[in-house]
């Protein structure tokens, strides 16, 4: 293999943002027991921010080498670095590239490999390959999936990186379509849901001046519809308890504005995100502190609703946030289950006699 090529040097980078990912916690001081990676997404942008003499063409060939890789979970996890890399982008890759061509240099079962085939002819290449290739390594927890979910067509999804959503914020939606035309995005509208659109996987919406400015929000479609059945009226009490950076605080008080909002979290990097968010939408004046839900130091008063987005495994985003699959197991799983009861337990106290508790998750488990 070329040592002085730019795939030698884009394999270098792969290798080394998963060896330091590892390494890399946000450990919550108040949660001890359950540990949150922090999202590669947000560990390469500031890898690529240290490293900007890195270009565009190499950045995408970078992020698609990690996520390729890690999409691969717990799968071979005994190969060697080079053997899943190469698995994982002939899986998760829709056409050849320039990687891939370098890659099959040393794996050669790649030369002849096409990967513009089916995921599940791809599945029997690599099984061919490799005997001990078993699909349902993927996850530790993949026997405790929701009876309702069907484990196999779960574990190939996590190969197709999903479309990325956005919300148009109230009253921006011409500009933010003015401006996806004049770059040339190509993006899905669906009549059911005018405020949402749909991007294909690695859409640069954080280069465009409507995502600086705040007129539109990047948010999984089905958190943009967890009110859709659910009616605030004006002037009540909402404590978003598990607010994380926001995004459905933002969703709350698009949708409800004339809401009193209190936001909360234990994570204080959270915290942060959250209050740059309310500023560039505009809502300068939401209280939002530190609270841990487990401990007895509660605010002051009742609320009208409370709004729990609680703590779990996160298993329903992993098709994009593939890293934390490895980390999870059944310890992880009953960790939660029980941090889940307490907070549930604890909020109780403090809703008004006629209020009302929404209570969402985005795991897939069945506990």
């Not at 190469?86 to 050849?96: A, K, P, T």
């Not at 959250?274 to 560039?280: I, P």
């Not at 209280?287 to 298993?315: E, H, R, Y």
């Not at 329903?316 to 946030?321: E, F, I, K």
Request: glycine share 4%; hydrophobic share 35%; aromatic share 12%.
């Amino acid at each position: 293999m070329k040592t002085n090529s730019k795939e030698y040097h884009q394999l270098s980078h792969i290798e080394t943002i998963l060896g330091k990912f590892n390494n890399t916690k946000d450990v919550s001081k108040n949660y001890p027991d359950v540990t949150n990676t922090i999202p590669m997404h947000q560990f390469m942008s500031n890898y690529f921010n240290n490293h900007r003499f890195l270009g565009s063409r190499d950045r995408r060939a970078i992020r698609q080498g990690v996520y390729s890789y890690l999409r691969l979970g717990n799968i071979l996890i005994n190969r060697n670095f080079n053997e899943r890399l190469s698995i994982g982008l002939f899986l998760c890759s829709l056409e050849n590239s320039e990687l891939l061509n370098y890659l099959s240099e040393t794996n050669l079962w790649l030369k002849n490999a096409n990967p513009s085939t089916p995921l599940e002819e791809k599945l029997g290449v690599v099984k061919n390959i490799f005997p001990d290739f078993n699909l349902f390594d993927l996850c530790h927890c993949l026997p405790f999936i929701s009876e309702k979910i069907n484990k196999q067509e779960w574990a190939l999804s996590m190969f197709n990186p999903p479309h990325v959503w956005i919300r148009l914020r109230n009253g921006f939606e011409t500009f933010v379509k003015n401006e996806l035309a004049q770059a040339l995005f190509v993006f899905e509208e669906n009549p059911a849901f005018p405020q949402s659109l749909s991007f294909p996987p690695q859409t640069p919406l954080q280069n465009l001046e409507s995502f600086r400015k705040g007129w539109f929000e990047i948010q999984d479609i089905s958190s943009q519809r967890i009110f859709e059945n659910i009616k605030i009226p004006e002037n009540c009490h909402v404590w978003d308890c598990c607010c994380g950076s926001g995004g459905k605080s933002l969703l709350l008080l698009d949708k409800f504005p004339t809401i009193h909002l209190f936001c909360s979290d234990v994570r204080d990097t959270m915290l942060f995100n959250l209050k740059e968010r309310l500023n560039k939408a505009g809502h300068k004046q939401i209280c939002t502190t530190n609270i841990d839900l487990t401990k007895p130091d509660m605010p002051d008063m009742l609320f009208d609703f409370i709004l729990v987005d609680a703590p779990c495994s996160g298993s329903g985003t992993w098709a994009r946030t593939p890293e934390a699959m490895q980390s999870c197991n059944e310890n992880a799983l009953e960790k939660f289950n029980l941090l889940q009861s307490t907070i549930l337990k604890n909020l109780s106290s403090y809703l008004k006699p006629s209020g009302k508790l929404i209570y969402t998750t985005c795991s897939v488990f069945s506990f």
